[in-house]
């Protein structure tokens, strides 16, 4: 889609929030806020239902074209992340654990040579994708959409036979599930302490599933329960692998959701809205139109985005900066006298460190971020190794590197000069970075960072065969051939 | 233990909350409250570590001896339930929905000849466990504790070897574990609508699973922040057969965080009590006192309870009363007038439905309920089947009950009195019923349950060798034994 239809649709649709001291929401600060805003709660009633109503009743063909073209974007993007994190020590312990207790050899794991039965696979993949902190985002709620979802429907597509067209169209309406049952209940139930991809992200899976599984209404509103039933994560794991256990695990409960509505194990009718059901439990802010309003017509799922750089996004303005004036003036690292940067308080409050010793610790350090943006013009996961932060060249710059707390400079902002040693200053004032919303990631970029990720983990050829597959995905017979040719030799 | 010991041990130690309208916790009202109530919240420190701590450290023969027994009582209830629940729609469907996805055939189904793996084997079990609404309770809490820990242990069991001790102590650690965890945050956590079988069940699982793979204290640290990232079950699914799927899936869940803690897949230290952690995420109140207080010294798993008769707590002395009053005068229904019964409001807000159509509709009916008890003399799962609720005998007698509200009537109270066609008057007061904490069920009453829910489901001389197997689990050389005998032929 082209950028300018892309912002029409943002400023129209996207109302996002102005909440919560943490830096990927602080950064939604610096968008308008837009129609949903004026919107009344609408009252707790029949919401599970409509909303299983719209799953077992939407087509792909009701599909706008920027709305698929989002998910393709989205599974391509998921893909990469998938493939790039399955050999991290995380996903490593996760196969050792669980291979005693697979069943039948079902489904792929992305990026190694393993099988296992689908649920698992599905909470295998949904760990390797999330392990860099580097898969899609849908900055509203800061939900990553893809990992329950996406993990879910390209295990069981190599269980059944799911076109393409099937396929995309579960995608879609699977994220649209999560993110606009997160909408519901964002921010007080991710301030609370939920970990919202895995909390929403159940949901998600349930209804992507259970729509590829054909269930009736009554069946999705029972696979929708029985998803309510067990939300997944608490923001406390946060630095621990139990954070890419969430969207994992949030992938394989909901097919167990979806597989027991399939044969009519029951739930209540209202999981959702009731009284005692899962948003006055889980939240103490509900708001269901979110939730039903405008189904069809409203696409959360277009609203996705995608991180250029492996860490969080706080740092994106600064590496999106130090990138753009190397690049344009071929910067080295040898001419550079020292960086000044005006920032936001959030940036060093979550991104101090100054002396990281692992690559883990540098996606909490501004200083490293910019000097390996200098050194190297990337911010991928490369970039946050053990090799990036021991860097001779880089741990020297990266004492450089001069942050300044600054009034009038939001957390979506930065304005960064490199002073050379030839007394030249070079500025540049970013006001919203590569892979926020407004500025999203072309499809070229998005290809560069796959590659980038698939590199030396599935076989060169089989690179450029995915991305085309992801691609073309409306086209595929059979949307299983992704996972199948996303493996190890 | 003889009852008079079990008392002392009561007013000790069990602080019975006085909340909610709903049954079961009004109950509680009759009883004395303790010393629990009078101490202050403990500081939100080390609670996990502590607990894990003590998790890995506890040995058998650390358990005082009636702690050890109830532990006892805990299994053979538990297997009878579990045996009995076993051929429930509920159960078959389950069976159908996972079995293409399980992996070896590791453990036992009770009272069936599937094997599934143990994760999926200690989810279908816990589900049989729980259907009837006849397992065991831990009233301070409302926790039915048996289903997540004993569903979990007894899969584990079969697939690596556990001693009678062994599997003893991790059943009460396990039951220890979630019952605290429960204490802690009960009743907020519950009253706002949380399923606390499940949400606090998910520890009991993990904590006896992980100290049966013999994790190191940092190992269940990271377990139990596992079993923390995955809370199962909503009040509102009550009435569905989504209400057995929390214990089950609570075992599952905690199987699946103990064995990837065991190699090493990492959570947070805090996950219980860190500001971002369960306790506060999930509940407005936390008292960690309950967890880390008096470890090895109070044994919540002391406490359990089993219920007599196969219904909500809230008919129980109703149905207590007219046995009573049946078997001393040995009534036949044609004697009876009527049955006029003074009750507390909640036993007409809960089951005033006066024409029960089916079997679980009579679980609802006070009518029914007495009307069989009178004629029948019990009140076990058969007394509120479709059969007991057509039988014209029960159906004529229902019509000449006649329950009153009665100031002074507490939950745990009723006032009986059985007006004869030849004008006699039988009154009985009950302060008490048989099942309560103050009136435990006999290990012979235990027995009678038992031999009634797995007649015809598992072979008539298996059931004698099952309550054998269970009464003597503590000189079993491996537990496992008890899951293979009590299978169907």
Request: charged share 25%.
């Given at each position: 889609m082209p950028i300018t239809d892309r912002r029409t649709l943002l400023r129209s649709a996207a109302a996002l929030p102005l909440v919560t001291a943490t830096a990927n929401m602080a950064l939604a600060q610096g968008s308008e806020t837009a129609s949903g805003a004026a919107a009344k709660p609408a009252p707790a009633k029949d919401v599970t239902r409509t909303l299983a109503h719209y799953l077992v009743t939407?087509?792909?063909?009701?599909?706008p074209a920027n709305v698929r073209k989002e998910g393709v974007r989205t599974l391509l993007n998921w893909v990469g992340v998938a493939i790039g994190g399955s050999h991290h020590q995380t996903v490593d312990i996760a196969v050792s654990a669980l291979s005693p207790f697979s069943?039948?050899?079902?489904a792929s794991l992305f990026g190694r040579r393993e099988r296992f039965d689908i649920m698992n696979a599905a909470f295998i993949n949904g760990v390797s994708s999330h392990i860099f902190d580097y898969d899609d985002t849908?900055?509203?709620?800061?939900?990553?959409?893809?990992g329950p979802v996406a993990s879910a429907i390209l295990a069981l597509s190599e269980m059944q036979p799911v076109s393409g067209k099937e396929f995309l169209n579960a995608l879609v309406l699977g994220v649209e599930t999560e993110c606009r049952i997160g909408n519901a209940v964002y921010p007080n139930h991710y301030d609370v302490g939920w970990h919202i991809t895995g909390t929403a992200g159940v949901f998600g899976s349930a209804a992507a599933v259970g729509k590829l599984l054909k269930l009736n209404e009554q069946q999705m509103v029972w696979a929708l329960g029985l998803a309510a039933s067990q939300p997944v994560g608490l923001r406390?794991?946060?630095?621990?692998m139990n954070k890419s256990f969430n969207p994992g695990r949030a992938a394989s409960s909901g097919i167990f959701a979806a597989m027991l509505a399939s044969k009519n194990f029951t739930s209540s009718?209202?999981?959702?809205?009731?009284?005692?059901?899962w948003a006055n439990t889980i939240s103490?802010?509900?708001?269901?139109n979110e939730i039903t309003g405008d189904l069809g017509k409203?696409?959360?799922?277009?609203?996705n985005t995608y991180k250029?750089?492996?860490?969080?996004?706080?740092?994106h303005p600064a590496i999106d900066a130090a990138i753009q004036l190397r690049n344009e003036n071929k910067l080295?690292?040898?001419?550079?006298e020292r960086v000044e940067l005006k920032v936001h308080p959030l940036v060093l409050e979550l991104?101090?460190?100054?002396?990281?010793?692992?690559g883990l610790e540098g996606k909490f350090s501004i200083y490293h971020a910019v000097a390996v943006a200098i050194v190297e013009g990337a911010g991928g996961e490369k970039q946050f190794s053990d090799r990036a932060v021991a860097d001779p060249t880089i741990v020297a710059l990266r004492g450089k590197v001069i942050p300044t707390i600054t009034p009038?400079?939001?957390?979506?902002q930065v304005d960064m000069t490199i002073v050379l040693k030839d007394s030249r200053a070079l500025n540049r004032r970013i006001e919203h970075a590569i892979g926020s919303v407004e500025m999203p990631m072309t499809d070229k970029q998005l290809e560069t960072k796959f590659a980038d990720l698939a590199d030396g983990i599935i076989p060169a050829p089989s690179i450029r065969r995915v991305m085309d597959a992801c691609w073309n995905v409306e086209t595929l017979?059979?949307?299983a051939e992704i996972a199948k040719m996303s493996v190890s030799s």
């Open positions: 939407a087509n792909y063909d009701d599909l069943g039948p050899a079902q849908h900055l509203k709620t800061i939900i990553h959409p893809a406390e794991s946060f630095g621990s009718d209202g999981m959702i809205e009731a009284k005692r059901g103490t802010k509900q708001d269901y409203r696409y959360e799922a277009a609203l250029p750089f492996a860490c969080g996004i706080v740092m080295t690292a040898d001419q550079v991104t101090g460190k100054k002396t990281p010793r692992e009038g400079i939001d957390p979506a017979p059979n949307a």
